[in-house]
Nanobody, 118 residues
């Protein structure tokens, strides 16, 4: 069974940093793109970043470019999101999931809460 477990969230002051981890299992990690998505209260879910296991290409949303960095450790089947220069508007629940342009994967977990104070 596909499992994705997020961790690393917390409370941080504006300008601070956090590193989120997405530990995965149940699929061939290198064959899939893994994305980080976030959802603020009352708002829709948006893609923050994704990383391709096939060719290593990355995507960053405009709101996080230059501040966030996605990476993966194939030996640990884990994807990371290094979040620097955090802003209050980054406050959201962050989820990881398989990402595809042709299929909506439904492996959403509980996510990890990131709260950035002013």
């Amino acid at each position: 069974e596909v499992q994705l477990v997020e961790s690393g969230g917390g409370l941080v002051q504006a300008g601070g940093s956090l590193r989120l981890s997405c530990a995965t299992s149940g699929f061939t990690f290198e064959d899939f793109t893994i994305g980080w998505f976030r959802q603020a209260p009352g708002k829709g879910r948006e893609a923050a970043s994704c990383n391709s296991g096939v060719d290593g290409r990355t995507y960053y949303g405009d709101s996080v470019k230059g501040r966030f960095t996605i990476s993966r450790d194939n030996a640990k089947n884990t994807v990371y999101l290094q979040m620097n220069s955090l802003k209050p508007e980054d406050t959201a629940v962050y989820y990881c999931n398989l990402a595809s342009s042709t299929w909506n994967y439904n492996y959403w977990g509980q996510g990890t809460q990131v709260t950035v104070s002013s």
